[in-house]
């Protein structure tokens, strides 16, 4: 299979805009801002649009179970749609400054103009999805996947309404953590994959296989993502440093500390995450308890689990050979990543 490029993925999205008129042009260019087609001050550019995984995962999929990604690129192009959108929300939801090394909309455009912006997007995403029928695809096809497309954004809805309301908690056990990422992040991640392949007109051992690759590797994705949230340099993240720490996030590796810090550790932690604000002194003293916890370690470990759960989830796949070692590559690469 010929290689992904972005740029192919960045004109399938493309074609979900529609014609602008000048009086909403600016409505537009605010998603290409977010989308990194455009700087702040609106002239194009080719700034950091993510890393275009979830695309990717749907395009491999198709071609994994013999299907054709050329068909599937409206579909792979709704899937980075909704992931934008749930971007441009969560900054919103989450007080965040920065994103993909820049500003993020809200915080140039307010937000009101962030929350149309973001339904936007999602609707861009909808729209995208129906241009399957354009392609060809068939319109039970099509009802059928747009269905499953919606099961996922409620998904990820729930998913961030867990998120938030772990914001007043402290007592989340590592179930009830798990329950959060598997909606707000694993769950787009084996749609990714389970809807390429069902595109691909996959079995349905194929298609159970490429689900379970993608939930499992979407779990480790988040819990990765939470070690970057605390541990990841600022310079290749895009997000500040110790962002999930300022922004008292109940990740694994705190989750982990709370219940296993000593009474002094435990009650210090408690105290720092139930302030309406943090200073900076309390970055280290978070950090040091961490260290005293053995939390990194601890929760490296869970993602190396859920990473190999997805190696051996690829394993059961039966299809076509090429495609399934770049999934087996990608799947390897990001154990550990450090973006
Ligand atoms: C519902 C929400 C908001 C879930 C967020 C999940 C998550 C890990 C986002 C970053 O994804 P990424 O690392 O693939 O981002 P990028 O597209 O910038 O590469």
């Given at each position: 299979m010929k290689q992904i490029s972005d740029e192919s993925i960045r004109q399938a999205m493309q074609q979900a805009f529609p014609a602008a008129d000048a009086r909403v042009s600016l409505f537009y260019e605010m998603q290409e801002y977010h989308l990194g087609w455009r700087d702040a001050q609106l002239a194009p550019t080719h700034a950091d649009s993510g890393k275009l995984l979830r695309p990717r995962f749907c395009l491999l999929a198709c071609a994994a179970v013999?299907?054709?990604?050329?068909?599937?690129?409206?579909?792979?192009?709704?899937?980075?749609?909704?992931?934008?959108?749930?971007?441009?929300?969560?900054?919103?939801?989450?007080?965040?400054?920065?994103?993909?090394?820049?500003?993020?909309?809200?915080?140039?455009?307010?937000?009101?103009?962030?929350?149309?912006?973001?339904?936007?997007?999602?609707?861009?995403?909808?729209?995208?999805?129906?241009?399957?029928?354009?392609?060809?695809?068939?319109?039970?096809?099509?009802?059928?996947?747009?269905?499953?497309?919606?099961?996922?954004?409620?998904?990820?809805?729930e998913g961030q309404y867990l998120d938030m309301s772990f914001e007043q908690r402290l007592d989340?056990?590592?179930?009830?953590?798990?329950?959060?990422?598997?909606?707000?992040?694993?769950?787009?991640?084996?749609?990714?994959?389970?809807?390429?392949?069902?595109?691909?007109?996959?079995?349905?051992?194929?298609a159970t296989a490429l689900y379970n690759w993608g939930e499992a590797l979407g779990l480790a994705f988040q819990i990765e993502d939470d070690m970057l949230g605390i541990w990841g340099a600022e310079a290749v993240t895009g997000k500040p440093d110790a962002h999930d720490i300022w922004g008292r996030k109940k990740s694994l590796p705190i989750i982990h500390a709370l219940a296993h810090a000593d009474a002094d550790d435990g009650k210090t932690l408690a105290a720092i995450y139930q302030k309406s604000e943090l200073e900076a002194s309390d970055i280290p003293t978070v950090l040091a308890i961490l260290e005293r916890t053995g939390s990194q370690g601890y929760t490296a470990g869970v993602a190396k689990f859920y990473h190999e759960q997805a190696l051996a989830a690829l394993a059961d796949l039966q299809g076509e050979a090429e495609p399934i070692a770049e999934l087996h590559g990608l799947t390897k690469q990001l154990l550990g990543r450090v973006k």
């Open positions: 013999g299907g054709n990604p050329e068909q599937a690129a409206p579909l792979a192009a709704a899937i980075q749609l909704l992931h934008d959108f749930s971007l441009i929300h969560d900054d919103i939801e989450d007080h965040s400054p920065t994103r993909r090394g820049r500003e993020t909309v809200w915080k140039l455009w307010d937000v009101p103009q962030a929350i149309n912006v973001g339904d936007g997007m999602f609707t861009l995403a909808q729209l995208s999805l129906f241009r399957l029928s354009d392609v060809g695809v068939e319109a039970s096809v099509v009802v059928e996947i747009a269905r499953r497309f919606n099961q996922t954004i409620i998904r990820l809805c989340i056990s590592e179930a009830d953590y798990l329950a959060m990422i598997s909606r707000k992040t694993a769950a787009l991640i084996a749609a990714a994959a389970g809807l390429g392949a069902i595109l691909g007109n996959a079995n349905r051992e194929q």
